[in-house]
């Protein structure tokens, strides 16, 4: 399989501040990466679809000023959480496609961030 | 929307048993993916299914995408205590777009050695 890294893996920080997640494949080039969340016991939620050069797709209901996303090489990807609350506390995951299909992603291994 | 069901939620299993679990959906799905997820860390790809009636092995693991393309199964065979963890479904139905990848709520196994 392919390899992808997400960093940092843990991070806390106060409310009103933001924080920075970056989402690398490292073996290969992926135009398309997916960011997800997880809250505790639960399954996975796409937030967003991130295209290399151009602007995120957010799913329904997600901020995308709250949740910005850039997507500035193809192998690199960021989510960055604005002015976050202790309510963004989650599992942030992300997953990047080979070949941009959905099916040949596989996932980082996802960051726990921690709004105080 | 789109519904995957996944079942059981939970299995307490002793180690050497085989194990199944299966999901099924209200839509038509074009692929089926199943992945394992341990605490703190990110899913990893088991298996993929891209065809109504595949059948497909990894290991100890075997997972058939349904013939009417609404549902798909997971068996482990002879579990050991490293299958512990969590097992997420996940599919893209028919019409959907690339990204729109729908997971299961997961089937946490327990393996008591």
């Known amino acids: 399989g392919a390899v992808v890294s997400q960093h940092p893996s843990w991070v806390i920080c106060k409310s009103g501040t933001s924080v920075k997640i970056e989402c690398r494949s490292l073996?290969?080039?992926?135009?398309?990466m997916f960011w997800y969340r997880q809250f505790p016991k639960q399954s996975l939620m796409l937030m967003a679809t991130?295209?290399?050069?151009?602007?995120?797709?957010?799913e329904q209901g997600v901020e995308k000023d709250k949740f910005l996303i850039n997507h500035a090489s193809l192998t690199l990807s960021t989510l960055t959480v604005t002015s976050a609350h202790p309510e963004d506390s989650s599992f942030y995951i992300c997953?990047?496609?080979?070949?941009?299909?959905?099916?040949?992603?596989?996932f980082g291994q996802g960051t726990r961030l921690t709004v105080v | 929307g789109q519904q995957l069901n996944q079942s059981p939620q939970s299995m307490f299993i002793q180690e050497g048993e085989d194990v199944s679990m299966n999901c099924t959906s209200s839509?038509?799905?074009?692929?089926w993916l199943w992945y394992k997820q341990d605490p703190g860390e990110g899913p990893v790809l088991l298996i993929a299914?891209?065809?109504?009636?595949e059948l497909t092995s990894n290991g100890r693991l075997t997972a058939q995408f349904g013939i009417t393309r609404k549902d798909s199964f997971l068996n482990i065979s002879a579990s050991i205590p490293s299958d512990v963890g969590i097992y997420f479904c996940?599919?893209?139905?028919?019409?959907?777009?690339?990204?729109?990848?729908?997971f299961g709520k997961g089937t946490k196994l327990s393996v008591k050695p």
């Open positions: 299914l891209y065809k109504a009636g």
């Open positions: 991130s295209n290399e050069g151009s602007k995120a797709t957010y």
């Open positions: 073996d290969f080039q992926a135009t398309t």
């Open positions: 996940a599919g893209r139905f028919s019409g959907g777009s690339q990204g729109n990848l729908i």
């Open positions: 997953s990047a496609a080979k070949g941009g299909l959905v099916t040949e992603a596989f």
């Open positions: 839509s038509i799905f074009n692929t």
